[in-house]
């Protein structure tokens, strides 16, 4: 088969805790990540040229070697140099669905479609370890994008152990159109701040890293407790993005008026979630934040919790 359409789901941190400074640079987190429905749809097939060429339906996402999902490409024809003159070049059609520089990995989760699409197309018999360790080369998300679920993440992200799937919250997503925090930012400025609170020595590290395993999110989640889970939500970085940005904190503040289990900003932002039981009780929140806010630049968005990350459609 040399054409994949592929669903790229989009995640958020519902625990992201900052806990030092690595050797190599980056920064150790303990998190817990959750793929979400919202999804881009992602479309591979072969040119019959040897060249990787990359189209979307957002006018802000490059289209060159800057794009994830063009290096995820890259990368695999370095990695698979056989397949790659056999098969040939690829075209890529990203329909974009998930908002741009929003805290959702939005471009991690396209490159972790183009790993797992051109596996399938190169038949290469990759498991899913595999894909991760190419994915773990491409950035810290990608590697929980190619499985998705519920999982704790640790080290810079890449470590990943499964937690049981969650498949019964909604979540109303919001986000202001023009507004985007880069990641570099937050946790730059969260280490000029907090720096002081950092793990200095390995053992401490890990020590702290392994506490989230036994936290009291993670047993909400063991005990498929939604009241708890909206009650544990938590994310460092929080305390410098909003702050900075006041509109993110009005965000927060009109969802925590609303009839939600919690209300969170997701990864280094801008996007804030709030979390419900029911899809009545989404679109009631979803009315009721655009009644209070009335901007036209705020977009929102209800989907839910999704067991699975990179999926083929059939």
């Not at 063009?70 to 024809?77: I, W």
């Not at 399938?120 to 018999?125: I, K, P, S």
């Not at 544990?232 to 940005?245: G, I, Q």
């Not at 806010?293 to 083929?312: A, E, H, M, Q």
Request: proline share 4%; glycine share 8%; charged share 20%.
């Amino acid at each position: 088969m040399r054409s994949y359409t592929l669903i790229a789901p989009a995640k958020i941190n519902l625990y992201l805790e900052i806990l030092g400074i690595r050797p190599d640079g980056y920064h150790e987190l303990a998190m817990i990540m959750q793929t979400i429905e919202l999804a881009d749809h992602i479309e591979i097939n072969a040119n019959g040229t040897d060249n990787i060429r990359l189209h979307c339906s957002h006018p802000e996402v490059p289209l060159d070697h800057t794009n994830i999902a063009y290096r995820a490409a890259k990368l695999m024809a370095e990695q698979f140099p056989e397949a790659f003159a056999q098969f040939g070049g690829i075209d890529i059609d990203i329909d974009k669905r998930i908002p741009v520089a929003a805290g959702l990995a939005g471009g991690s989760t396209n490159a972790a479609a183009i790993l797992v699409g051109l596996d399938l197309m190169w038949n290469l018999g990759l498991t899913q370890s595999e894909l991760q360790e190419l994915a773990a080369l491409l950035g810290s998300d990608v590697p929980f994008c190619i499985a998705g679920g519920t999982a704790i993440a640790t080290g810079r992200g890449e470590i990943l152990s499964p937690l049981p799937a969650l498949d019964n919250l909604y979540v109303v997503l919001a986000k202001y159109r023009s507004l985007g925090v880069s990641t570099a930012w937050a946790y730059t400025t969260y280490r000029e701040k907090f720096g002081n609170s950092y793990a200095c020595d390995t053992s401490t590290i890990k020590e702290r890293s392994t506490k989230v395993n036994s936290g009291a999110l993670v047993s909400a989640i063991a005990h498929k407790d939604s009241i708890k889970i909206g009650q544990s939500l938590y994310n460092d970085l929080e305390r410098v993005v909003l702050p900075a940005h006041p509109q993110v904190e009005q965000l927060r503040q009109a969802f925590q008026k609303q009839n939600i289990l919690g209300t969170m900003m997701s990864g280094s932002g801008p996007s804030v979630f709030a979390l419900v039981e029911s899809n009545t009780q989404a679109q009631e929140v979803k009315i009721q934040v655009e009644n209070e806010l009335k901007n036209p630049d705020l977009d929102l968005w209800i989907t839910r919790f999704r067991p699975t990350g990179i999926t083929v459609e059939n």
